[in-house]
């Protein structure tokens, strides 16, 4: 991490927009090349500026930006924007382009044919598995959020730049499609050796990302380290606690369904009649029951609605026929985190059913238990160990109880 290795230097870089305090201040930073450095700090800390300040969109008041051992005032604009990439956080995608046309549009400028074009688009389409024919033609309002994005990334490494700015990248998108996002773009960066400079609020996402964070507050750096050297040793109050209050999902990933998960669920047993499933559902006060079979094996869940609609025809049949068998089941071992996104993939799940390796069911995940891990892993980011989450609202009964 020699100066000699830099790709990108920062050197003594300052701005001032005018009488206050300058945004940016005697910023000094090397990057070296194939690095994901990410910028961190709370709004307003000169992040954007910064990065704005590599590209040219702004100068600095005082202090220079080498980019590749030159000055990179001594690069013409278009020579410089071929050697970056640039993804801000509104997508920024051209509505009336198609989705080829949007991710070669640098290529355009830079005179490929239209055949080469699109080649490359489809290319880059596939490191992401957007299917190419079904991709290429279509029109940005006619992707979701999330795949927009992803074209806002693939339209940065069409031109194949060697450094890449992205800045809030994944912010506007929600947490889990956010989380997608960039398990997938550090996929695409081990094919794709890039240096990146990497702008978030999130230090889950820095954590997750980053080699180097680079810490900022008030348009000068506080701390730069890596993660792991970031958070074994803060610089200061200021770092500590920046940390702390953005850990709450990590924090929710290194809790297991085991800890947080309802340990007693209300089941029947799949012999069990309709009629007597319902009252044990009444009983226990919830709106779907996971029936077992005699080993205690997950057969599927029952809802409230089949069943009472089931009765009302007069079936005769036992719960078990009833049983809907194509419900994702967690492990005990399965992070809070994989707990979380399986919920919210399932729309139609409100629960899910946790099985041991044999397909015994050992436990329940609920939308409610994870408001619990939440609220948890808020109380252990700030400081207060408690991770006792059974559910009060259920009886505890005598252990290994089901419902004969
Ligand atoms: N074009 C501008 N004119 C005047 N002030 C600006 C301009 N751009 C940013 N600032 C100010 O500079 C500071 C840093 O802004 P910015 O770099 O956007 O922060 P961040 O990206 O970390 O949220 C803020 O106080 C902001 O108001
Ligand atoms: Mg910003």
């Not at 339209?155 to 989380?179: N, S, V, Y």
Request: hydrophobic content about 45%; aromatic content about 4%; charged content about 25%.
């Amino acid at each position: 991490m020699t100066n000699g290795e830099a790709i990108l230097e920062f050197r003594g870089v300052t701005k001032s927009f005018g009488g206050r305090a300058p945004a940016v201040r005697g910023f000094t930073l090397s990057v070296p090349r194939g690095q994901l450095v990410v910028l961190i700090g709370p709004s307003g800390c000169g992040k954007t500026t910064t990065l704005r300040m590599v590209n040219r969109l702004i100068e600095p008041t005082a202090g220079a930006i080498w980019i590749e051992g030159r000055d990179c005032k001594t690069y013409n604009p278009v020579e410089l924007r071929r050697r970056l990439g640039y993804v801000i956080q509104r997508i920024g995608l051209m509505p009336h382009l198609t989705i080829a046309d949007n991710i070669s549009f640098v290529l355009r400028f830079m005179g490929q044919p239209p055949a080469a074009r699109r080649a490359r688009a489809a290319e880059l389409l596939e490191m992401v598995g957007l299917a190419p024919e079904e991709y290429l033609d279509r029109f940005p309002a006619e992707l979701s959020g999330g795949q927009q994005q992803r074209i806002g990334v693939l339209r940065a490494l069409a031109h194949d730049p060697d450094i890449i700015l992205m800045d809030e990248p994944f912010g506007a998108l929600d947490p889990l499609m956010r989380e997608q996002l960039q398990e997938e773009f550090k996929r695409l960066l081990r094919t794709v050796s890039k240096t990146i400079v990497f702008v978030t609020h999130d230090m889950d996402e820095a954590l997750l990302m980053a080699d180097v964070i680079v810490l900022m507050k008030d348009g000068q750096i506080v701390q730069v380290a890596p993660p792991e050297d970031m958070l074994r040793n803060p610089a200061d109050e200021f770092v500590a606690s920046f940390i702390g209050r953005h850990r709450v999902l990590r924090q929710a990933s290194e809790v297991s369904v085991a800890d947080v998960m309802i340990a007693s669920p209300a089941m029947t047993g799949a012999a069990n009649g309709l009629a007597r499933s319902l009252e044990l559902m009444r009983r226990r006060r919830v709106n779907s029951l996971l029936v077992h079979d005699q080993e205690g094996r997950f057969e599927g869940v029952v809802r409230q609605a089949d069943l009472q609609q089931h009765i009302e025809d007069g079936d005769q049949s036992p719960v078990g026929s009833l049983a809907d068998r194509a419900v994702e089941a967690l492990s005990p071992s399965d992070s809070g985190l994989t707990a979380m996104h399986r919920l919210l993939e399932h729309q139609r799940a409100d629960s899910l059913p946790v099985l041991d390796e044999n397909h015994r069911i050992v436990g329940l995940v609920t939308r409610g238990t994870l408001v619990g891990l939440l609220g948890d892993a808020l109380r252990v980011a700030s400081g207060v160990q408690d991770l006792n989450v059974a559910d009060p609202t259920l009886p505890a009964p005598a252990s290994g109880e089901m419902a004969p």
